[in-house]
């Protein structure tokens, strides 16, 4: 019998063995598709997260074969680091790269619009807009400028707008101070008309980013001058003018509207020319791992609102409180995840030195009430900063800021009522806490006018000029020491007697 279990044990393992071999020898009977193709999503700020994702994909795709890469945008822009990354990635494929801004209401607006001139193919759907590609640097970190359109554009920019120097062109205007000088003098180099350090910074930016995005459009064929146009004045287009002017290659409805119309068409990859085939062609979208995913929403400004509004309570409750651990380590986590998403967001620095100065008379007013005057001028400079913090096309939401306020103002609240309780109440040690407490004489020498009284549940010594016996009621006038000075409660029995005839006899 065991021999028996034994043989058929083997035969099972090489039957086992046999099936792999053929699995690996003879082709599936499911046989793959011609063509495959990825889509990947680049939804929300341009952050080095999603820089790191879609240059990973890409990369991927070249190597597994892919023979297309599909990017869904909708992006109010990011940092200028990131998104060169992305760019490179682009550049640097042999597999054709497709940018679509979709689903219609979607936006590719500052860096988005750099990616989109550098794909392959450029399309976007109906009812969405690109363009508004001015860099300008508000605070944010993370190694570059984020791209945002400018509250107002600086008369320089108009005189940068060629590669010659912004000295050049200052100099011109020399002659005229020159007249107003005295004859024969000659201003020095110094007094030449010449940009200030920060007009000079930004026309460099300014002027690098036109170069960079003019490389790319030449490099694909698209519209360079109103390329151009959307760096120096933060020009926007719908889709449709974006296909009139030649900033995109298409107007597609849905996913396959776009698979229809680029089929067929000839494309410039790294490795050379590549015929773009979409018929039967098998798509998988492609999404970020999850810790990518962690991370791309901490860079939502709200999230990141919400953490340093957490943060903040947290360590302003610790302040208030010290030793309760918990509040303080919250907030302290609360506060790193908040710095991260500043560190990847552009926000301005001035308003969040308006938020600091909020907490801090929130703070004060715990230990300097004034009846919730600094804590809610603490509220408005907050709110206000919360507001204002980041530009126009990150900005935070009024609802989540309404709702972070009306928090922060119960939690305040709060604070201060318990800090009028405790001053409306006696206070609880010290001479303070027994004077004028009333108690009752253990015994009572009146020939020295001093002996024992129970108060507030203790027994002390005590003085007094009038007379006492045991059982009278006392009352604390002062405190010296360790003695306290007493006298009897007047009318205590008289007044009773009024509502129990027979008390005042009894006791007299």
Known sequence: MVRKIWQYACLGMVA?????????????????????????????????????????????????????VIIEIDTPGGLVTSMMDIVKSILGSDVPVVTYVSPQGSRSASAGLYIMYSAHVSAMAPATNTGAATPVELGGGGGGEPFEPPVDTAPEEDDTGDSAPADDEAGEDVPADEEAAPSGDQAPASETPALANDDAMRAKVINDSVAYIRSLAE???????????????????????ALDLGVIDLVADDLDDLLAQIDGMVVETATGEVTISTADIQLTRVEPQFWEKILGFFADPNVAAILLSLGTLGITAEIWNPGSIFPGALGLLCLMLAFYSFSILPHNALFFGFMAVGVILIVLEAYTPTFGISGLAGLALFGSGL?????????????????ILAFTGAFLAMVLIAIV????????????????????????NNEKGTGLVLVDGETWKARSKAPLKAGDRIKVVEIDGLVLDVKPVQNNSASLSRFMPGLGSQNS
């Open 16 to 68: 086992i063995g046999l099936a792999s071999l053929l699995a690996n020898a003879v082709p599936s009977l499911t046989a793959q598709p011609d063509n495959t193709g990825i889509i990947l999503d680049l939804k929300g700020p341009v952050t080095p997260t999603s820089a790191e994702y879609l240059s990973r994909e890409i990369a991927l795709a070249g190597t597994n074969g892919t023979d297309l």
């Open 219 to 241: 490099k694909r064929g698209r519209n360079a001058d109103w390329a151009e146009s959307a760096v120096r004045d933060a020009a926007s287009v719908t889709a449709n003018e």
């Open 387 to 403: 507001y204002f913090l980041f530009p126009d096309q990150f900005r935070i939401s009024p609802v989540v800021i309404i709702t």
């Open 421 to 444: 309780r405790s001053r409306s109440h006696r206070p609880l040690t010290g001479a303070e806490n027994i004077r004028k407490l009333e108690g009752s004489v253990v015994e009572w």
